[in-house]
């Protein structure tokens, strides 16, 4: 059997919140190690997993209920979108991917790449067609992820106060 079948794609519950922020704080350090200044400055924390929890946007991805990875996949519109430097490629519905983090035992086994497919699955099964993500200039491990998988680059969006690139994929 291989790894694909036994992967999950399920929304997180409140008594995941430790084991979600152990996996943030991995990835938190992991940029830090990396020289970049994203997620250094107390975001995303405790809080916004609580609060993605809240809203129905926090998800997991896990293997025989082992989580894997965690992203905020957000059916609704992201207001610093609006605002692009560029264009993006659609105007219409979209889901937005924010605080993706990967645990460090799955590090390097393409689980990223899984959770973004299993996304794209996600967005076909409620008809949305288009995704939307950012991320910061120098987080070279995304910006592999977009391109293998197909984004395309819009331009740029702010959040609290600093540029970052954005993407889009249209789905069919």
């Given at each position: 059997m291989n790894t694909a079948e036994k992967l999950s794609l399920r929304k997180a519950n409140l008594s995941e919140i430790p084991e979600i922020w152990n996996i943030l704080q991995d990835a938190i350090e992991q940029r830090r190690l990396d020289g970049s200044t994203q997620w250094q400055d107390g975001y995303p924390n405790e809080v916004s997993i609580e609060n993605d929890i809240k809203n129905g946007y926090a998800y997991v991805l896990t293997e025989n209920e082992s989580i894997l990875c965690y992203a905020a996949i957000i059916f609704d519109k992201e207001p610093a979108y609006d605002d692009i430097e560029g264009k993006w490629l659609t105007n219409g519905d979209y889901v937005v991917i924010h605080r993706v983090a990967v645990s460090k035992l799955a590090k390097g086994k393409g689980i990223a790449t899984k959770l973004f497919e299993?996304?794209?699955?996600?967005?076909?099964?409620?008809?949305?067609?288009?995704?939307?993500v950012d991320t910061n200039f120098d987080n070279i491990p995304m910006l592999k992820i977009l391109d293998r998988l197909k984004?395309?680059?819009?331009?740029?969006?702010?959040?609290?106060?600093?540029?970052?690139?954005?993407?889009?994929?249209?789905?069919?």
């Open positions: 299993s996304i794209e699955g996600l967005c076909l099964e409620n008809n949305v067609y288009s995704i939307k984004y395309t680059y819009c331009g740029e969006v702010y959040f609290r106060g600093s540029a970052r690139k954005a993407y889009e994929k249209q789905l069919f």
